[in-house]
């Protein structure tokens, strides 16, 4: 089970106990702010996109929306989403929990977008649809390992 892998994952930052387990589903941005009382920007969604022969994954901000110019500028190539089954083979974990730990592939990059910067604590799931922890942007940038900041989103007005 993902959510498994992720808290032995997090073990060697000692925060396995920190994960959030909810008893309603997290598997959307609203489904999660609502469960945990906050509001959807904060939720850490992460997304993930396909490259030549891996993928990179991008956490951004809940109501942040891929601004494709601004990513192919980024990545040299077109923002193209990973099919369902891609999501599962590159990342182990499904839609509705995919997080920037515990990556299967160790060839996946992952970046943090600067729509998070808004923010003290954001909110990434933990590899299960009912999951999520609660970090500061520097533990989130340590706990995922992230190749960097990148601005590759727009803000609704």
Known sequence: MSIEKVREYLKQFNRENDIIELDQSSATVQLAAEALGVEPERIAKTLSFKTSDSAILVVAAGDARIDNKKFKSTFQLKA??????????????????????????????????????????????????????????????????????????????
Request: hydrophobic letters at 35%; one cysteine or more.
């Open 80 to 157: 193209k989403m990973l099919s369902p089954e891609e999501v599962i083979e590159f990342t182990g974990h499904a839609i509705g929990g995919v997080c920037p730990f515990a990556i299967t592939d160790p060839d996946v990059k992952i970046y943090l977008d600067d729509s998070l910067k808004r923010f003290n604590t954001v909110y990434p799931a933990c590899g299960s649809g009912n999951s999520a922890i609660k970090l500061t942007l520097p533990e989130l940038e340590t706990l995922s390992r992230a190749s960097g900041w990148v601005d590759v989103t727009k803000i609704p007005e």
